[in-house]
């Protein structure tokens, strides 16, 4: 098991790597753009620097191409490469799994990610929303493939027209009680519904069985985690790497009654005279 902090906040980063327990590093171009947002004038090319020196060597840290062509995208995974790589030894290149030019039978993300692999550079295969997704990635010779819960399950409640409030997430059980419902209420749409139909969770249950029964050795990093609860099952479905956002880093170690247990405890250290034992 292995947890990556998704961020581009150079704070964040040594903070999180401070405490011992992180991996890695994802960003994208929106973290990157918020992070940069707060510092003012920042020049990009050295902040990128200052992030894989953050994170430091053997932290894998994610950086995206920005273009939706299969070249583009392989010339400038080519760039960051080369020109981020030796800064730390770290740069995986991120590349989405977009289809752009499908309707011509292109098919650009897995284009770029087979090239990138080929070459040897590091590829984290993004935006993977199906468990076919994450198999063709996979088998492009992606070094890690990343299935974004969150925004699965945003899809899956979008089209079947669900109200959840924020932090909910989906899985099998809710999803199958939440249809039922609907069936019983008539709801055609609902009816329609495939039985296959997968939330987050599911994507990576069913993508780590994937790479399991054909022998793929990509590794699945479960990204667009949005609380605790979320990333532990992930962990429980088999997802190799977590990425998550520091809030959700901070909640996965929180409890009130660890928080009320720590106090009872100081206190009692206290009265049973512990300071004799410390020297204070
Ligand atoms: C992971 O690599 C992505 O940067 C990230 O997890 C996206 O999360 P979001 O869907 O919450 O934006």
Redesign the pocket.
């Known amino acids: 098991m292995r947890v990556f902090l998704?961020s581009g906040d150079l704070d964040e980063i040594r903070e999180a790597v401070s405490w011992g327990i992180v991996d890695g590093v994802?960003?994208?171009p929106?973290?990157m753009r918020e992070a940069v947002s707060r510092r003012n004038g920042v020049d990009l090319v050295g902040y990128v620097e200052e992030v894989l020196r953050a994170a430091g060597p053997g932290r894998p840290v994610?950086l995206e191409v920005m273009g939706t062509r299969a070249e583009d995208m392989v010339r400038e995974g080519r760039i960051l490469y080369e020109r981020f790589n030796p800064v730390a030894g770290n740069v995986v290149i991120?590349v989405p799994v977009n289809t752009r030019g499908m309707e011509e039978g292109d098919a650009e993300g897995i284009r770029a990610i087979r090239e990138l692999s080929s070459s040897g550079i590091p590829v984290?295969a993004?935006l993977i929303m199906i468990p076919a997704q994450a198999a063709l990635t996979a088998a492009a010779g992606a070094r890690y493939v990343?299935p974004?819960l969150?925004?699965v399950d945003d899809y899956v409640r979008t089209a079947l027209g669900m109200k959840f409030s924020k932090g909910d997430y989906l899985n099998v059980a809710s999803l199958r009680t939440w249809l039922e419902g609907r069936v019983r209420e008539g709801d055609r749409a609902a009816m329609d519904v495939n039985s296959g139909i997968l939330g987050g969770i599911e994507v990576v249950r069913a993508a780590r069985r994937i790479f399991d029964v054909q022998g793929l050795r990509s590794e699945i990093?479960a990204?667009?985690?949005?609380n605790p609860r979320q990333a532990e099952e992930a962990l429980e479905a088999g997802a190799h790497v977590i990425?998550v956002?520091m809030e959700v880093l901070r909640g996965m170690l929180r409890h009130p009654k660890t928080e009320e247990g720590v106090r009872i405890f100081s206190e009692d250290a206290r009265r049973a005279n512990y300071g004799e034992i410390f020297g204070r």
């Open positions: 998704d994802t960003t994208n929106t973290l994610s991120k984290n993004t990343s974004f969150g925004r990093i990204a667009s985690i949005r990425t956002p």
